[in-house]
């Protein structure tokens, strides 16, 4: 039996103003993988992140989530199952402790009393290592805590809606701008989350940083002139005489990936 597709992108292309960012990308993402995008900047990464959550609009193609192609934005209607994304940095609210960013959408959202959404605020940041945080404002916190309080935000749902739990997160950048340290804890932790009760087993990330592809990926695409140009797995990354991906992993300026000045 095989993987169960959660996500299909079929033949999607995005453009803004005269430049081709995708072109007629056909991408499946399984359920209970670990895939990590990857590719030099400005090649629509992130791009692709933002499609599959419904945040852009396609110009051309279609996307399929559980097998349901989606209509439009992720604002224009229901949508088949919850995707959670974690965006680059972290996007917290300063104004707001801790406990009112991870439990912003149950307080204004949910009918739950507010001390349940308290305790299920602190369950979350337990599983993300910032026990008694809740009362910290996010300039209180350093770089790395800031990702870990926005990754409690991605996870936390509404126990009294089972189609509240996320089947799959997006991580957008996890470890930039952090220390090497500091990154190790973050990779270490979205394996973690992965397994984890309350976590999430499906994940699609990007990535720039070399550690954190080889630490949270099973399957790696490299993306490039639109294109998706190699598929393979994590492992299979030294092995391949791919010049692109030979060029990208050395930090070569030779080769058929052009750098700009």
């Not at 292309?13 to 990308?25: C, R, T």
């Not at 989606?70 to 959670?84: F, N």
């Not at 394996?191 to 720039?208: E, F, I, N, W």
Request: glycine share 10%; charged share 25%.
């Amino acid at each position: 039996m095989g993987k169960e597709p959660l996500i299909e992108l079929r033949g999607v292309s995005k453009s803004f103003g005269n430049q081709i960012i995708l072109d007629e990308i056909d991408l499946t993402v399984y359920r209970g993988e670990a895939l990590v995008i990857i590719g030099p900047s400005g090649t629509g990464k992130s791009t692709i992140l933002r499609l599959i959550a419904g945040l852009l609009p396609l110009d051309a193609g279609e996307i399929y989530i559980k097998g349901k192609r989606r209509k439009g934005i992720i604002e224009d209607g229901h949508q088949p199952m919850r995707i959670a994304f974690v965006f680059q940095q972290a996007a917290l609210f300063d104004s707001l402790t801790v406990d009112g960013n991870v439990g912003f959408f149950l307080y204004e959202h949910s009918k739950l009393p507010r001390p349940r959404i308290r305790e299920l605020v602190e369950a979350k940041l337990a599983m993300v290592g910032l026990q008694g945080m809740s009362d910290r404002y996010p300039s209180q916190l350093s770089g790395g805590m800031r990702k870990r309080v926005s990754f409690a935000r991605a996870l936390i749902a509404n126990p009294d809606d089972p189609l509240d739990d996320p089947e799959i997160v997006l991580y957008d950048e996890p470890t930039a701008g952090l220390d090497p340290i500091s990154s190790t804890v973050i990779e270490d932790l979205v394996r973690r989350l992965q397994k984890a009760p309350g976590g999430c087993d499906t994940y699609v990330m990007v990535s720039h940083q070399d550690s954190t592809i080889r630490r949270t990926a099973d399957r790696v695409i490299f993306l490039y002139g639109g294109k998706i140009q190699w598929e393979g797995k994590v492992h299979e990354i030294d092995r391949t005489a791919n010049p692109i991906v030979r060029q990208f992993f050395n930090a070569s300026v030779k080769g058929p990936i052009k750098v700009i000045d």
